[in-house]
């Protein structure tokens, strides 16, 4: 037997190893294995089991690491699907699909002393206050780890033991699986009664999974788009149809884009599997769960206790099998997008391997992305419509302010940030016991520092970009690169200490708030206040158990979130994405007002929502304001189709970065000499730049971009990963290819 393993290293190919005869039995495809390579040991995955290789003197393999291959046949094939399409190697794409926390060479379980309640023998034996009060904490649980338990009952070891001496429980070491949801208490909900929208979807997404479960069917799963508008009861759909799913033996993905919708989404799938005559594991995949919880979560999947897998893009390629159904919530999200190699798109490798693995695909949204919906007009989707929300309760009302009139009328204060309509309406909220979200997807307090006497603005030495101040923090910070410097009490050029700083961010909003309202309880919410994992899920509780009057925040307080008692939103500045430099920043700004604008009125009371504006008549905020997605689409798709953007074609985007921006912008330009000679032929072809990319310098690095547009993306794909091969790049000078890129900048 001989194995080929593809190395923990980016060499671009794979090597052939002998298999010694004790280790046969243990080796399979997706084994992790420690090899012999040069003059040192590295660790690799089984990637194929060959019968001969074309090299002789074969060195053995050193030892196979784990008791079951890390991944499966089906998940490795995704994984070699995503290197070809994406243009990185195998390698970062298999480093992609097992986590980190799975791949060291060492298990990472932990084992602790726990403590387990014994059945009773007999008559119950005298306790003391302190023991009763100790036994009745594991009536209710049946087993803690002695440390947990000693904490929740306020008490000592030694007390616990006299509890073991009495033959109560037994303390033992035992391997303890860390749970980030261990402690918590989910009430079971059961299903909800369907409307005849929501009832009719459900049956389509259930008549495909049958399907797919029919071995004589010649085509098993499909792609559903769940085209509803905000609070038209998505989330109960997808709940029944893993129920569904459960049921026929096969497992589940839930795709969210935010980590800070993962607590709500958890509460509400736990709520409904966890509990009952047949629990159902639960498990959770993202970036907050410590490396220990990542792992142990993990491996619940890989061993099928876990049926039901919850997390952000990278819990696609979760070892789910047999793999029923992928729900990609909020579909359109570009935080699916992945900005370093491999720069996979979670949403389309979610359908890649439901087709490859026969799996139902539904990519769910109130404002699907406009190449999703373009599949489903093409009938490559199946399309479902949901337009009324389930409560029978109307969209919220949506009034735009112009933010012109307004500082001609006020001439600045506070009315810079919160229009007269704005106040009053939060005002009245307040008095109602109501609460209210306000929207600004820019964080700090300003957005730049600035000298009126010679000009001079507070760069970042690093990128293009200013400084932001935060104030709490008295420091000035570049959002991009890091860079952290301290403000200057006067300015650095000519010594005026009257600098002042100019625009705002959520740092300010909250201030200027606290004092227009200093009997409101207002917090903030984002990325500077969520410092510790659970910052999530405790503001979001407080704000739902009614703590908080004003929650501020960006763009994570936008979707997704179901609060029945917030009935006023007020977006800040819903300008701040629509000039960017970028053929999407319509279609983002428009999705981005109707998620926030959803998170109103979701209870007994209508919403409303006041969006603040300087282009009050940009079509974006005006279809916005009306909900109208299809009105919004239609126009797009003209522009788009002129123009030969998505989804009229799909989109390659090159970018040479350095340190010497002549050097990057001679070899860009070579880049494209090569590339306009290589593909002369090409009918369906548009080559355009190189050119400055919006950002010019990022990180210390200066960068330029060539864009190439045409239908045939896979094609194209095998030709640029060729020219990146068969060109010698200078040693400074890196090269990166973004298929499908969500962002220009």
């Known amino acids: 037997m001989i194995a080929r393993v593809t190395l923990d290293l980016t060499l671009r190919r794979e090597f052939d190893y002998s298999v010694p005869t004790e280790l046969e039995s243990s080796l399979s495809v997706g084994a992790r294995v420690k090899v012999p390579f040069s003059h040192r040991e590295v660790l690799g995955v089984v990637t194929a089991l060959v019968d001969s290789s074309p090299h002789t003197g074969l060195k053995p393999i050193l030892r196979v690491i784990g008791q079951q291959s890390l991944v499966t046949p089906r998940v490795l094939e995704l994984a070699r699907w995503m290197a070809e399409y994406y243009c990185c190697p195998v390698e970062a794409a298999l480093k992609t699909v097992v986590p980190e926390a799975v791949r060291q060479e060492e298990a990472g379980w932990r084992e602790r002393l726990h403590v387990h309640v014994l059945p009773p023998a007999g008559e119950m034996p005298k306790l003391t206050p302190r023991q009763k009060a100790i036994w009745n904490i594991l009536e209710e649980w049946r087993e803690l780890p002695l440390q947990e338990l000693i904490r929740l009952g306020e008490t000592t070891a030694e007390t616990i033991r006299k509890l073991e001496d009495k033959g109560l429980v037994v ?172 720069r996979y798109h979670a949403r389309d490798v979610a359908v890649v391997r439901g087709q490859r693995e026969r799996a139902v695909v539904v990519l769910g949204s109130a404002t699907p992305s406009l190449e999703s919906y373009f599949n489903a007009t093409r009938e490559k989707y199946r399309l479902l419509e949901l337009p009324g929300r389930v409560t029978d309760t109307r969209l919220p009302v949506v009034r735009i302010v112009d933010l012109r009139l307004e500082q001609r009328k006020t001439k600045g204060g506070a009315s810079a940030i919160f229009s007269t309509p704005l106040t009053e309406a939060i005002r009245l909220r307040l008095e109602r016991a109501e609460q209210t979200m306000l929207f600004l997807n820019r964080r700090g307090y300003s957005t730049s520092l600035q000298c009126d006497t010679c000009g001079y603005v507070a760069g970042c030495p690093n990128c293009s970009v200013t400084l932001t101040f935060h104030r709490k923090a008295q420091h000035l910070r570049c ?28 740092e300010r909003v909250e ?118 997605y299809l009105g919004f689409y239609e126009q797009e798709m003209e522009f788009r189709e002129q123009l030969k953007y998505p989804p009229w074609s799909r989109v390659a985007l090159l970018t040479v970065r350095g340190r010497n921006e002549d050097k990057v912008k001679l070899v860009a330009e070579h880049l494209k000499k090569t590339l306009a000679s290589r593909l002369e032929s090409w009918r369906d072809l548009v080559l355009a730049g190189p050119a400055p990319a919006p950002l010019l310098k990022a990180e210390t690095f200066f960068r330029y971009q060539l864009m190439i547009r045409t239908k045939a993306m896979a094609r194209l794909g095998r030709e640029l990963a060729a020219v990146e091969a068969s060109l010698e790049w200078p040693e400074d000078l890196r090269l990166t290819i973004d298929i499908d890129p969500v962002s220009l900048v």
Request: with cysteine; hydrophobic share 35%; net charge neutral.
């Open 171 to 342: 303390i033992a070491p035992k391997r303890d699986e860390r749970d980030p949801y261990a402690l918590e208490r989910f009430t079971p909900t059961q299903p909800l009664t369907l409307n005849p929208d929501q009832d009719r979807a459900l049956q389509a997404i259930s008549g495909a999974m049958r399907s797919a479960s029919d071995p004589a069917a010649k085509e098993g799963g499909g792609v559903f788009l769940l085209h509803g508008v905000t609070g038209s009861g998505k989330t109960e759909i997808y709940l029944q149809a893993i129920a569904e799913t459960l049921v026929a033996g096969k497992g589940a993905i839930v795709l969210v884009p935010e980590i800070s919708l993962t607590p709500q989404t958890v509460e509400r799938f736990k709520a409904r599997f966890c509990s009952g005559p047949h629990p159902t594991l639960v498990a959770v995949l993202h970036s907050q769960l410590s490396t220990g919880e990542r792992h142990d979560e993990w491996h619940k999947i890989r061993d099928g206790r876990a049926r039901i897998v919850i997390g952000a893009r990278s819990a696609v390629f979760a070892p789910v099998e047999p793999l029923g159904l992928i729900i990609v919530d909020e579909e359109h999200e570009h935080s699916y997008k992945q900005e370093e190699a491999p």
């Open 511 to 628: 201030d200027v708030l606290s004092r227009l309202f200093p009997q409101a309880r207002v917090t903030r919410m984002d990325s500077d206040t969520l410092q510790r994992k659970d910052d999530y899920r405790r503001i979001l509780t407080d704000f739902r158990t009614g703590k908080i009057d004003i929650l501020v925040g960006t763009q994570m307080i936008a979707k997704g979130l179901h609060f029945p008692n917030v009935t006023l939103v007020g977006i800040i500045h819903a300008d701040l994405g629509l000039h960017v430099p970028d053929f999407r920043a319509g279609e983002r700004t428009f999705q981005l007002l109707t998620q926030v604008s959803g998170r109103a009125g979701r209870g007994d009371v209508e919403g409303e929502v006041f969006v603040q504006t300087f282009t009050p008549f940009h079509p974006a905020i005006q279809f916005a304001r009306r909900h109208d």
């Open 479 to 506: 959002h991009i690169c890091g860079h952290d410097e301290t403000v200057p009490a006067q300015c650095p050029q000519c010594s005026n200490p009257a600098i002042r700083y100019s625009g705002l961010g959520t």
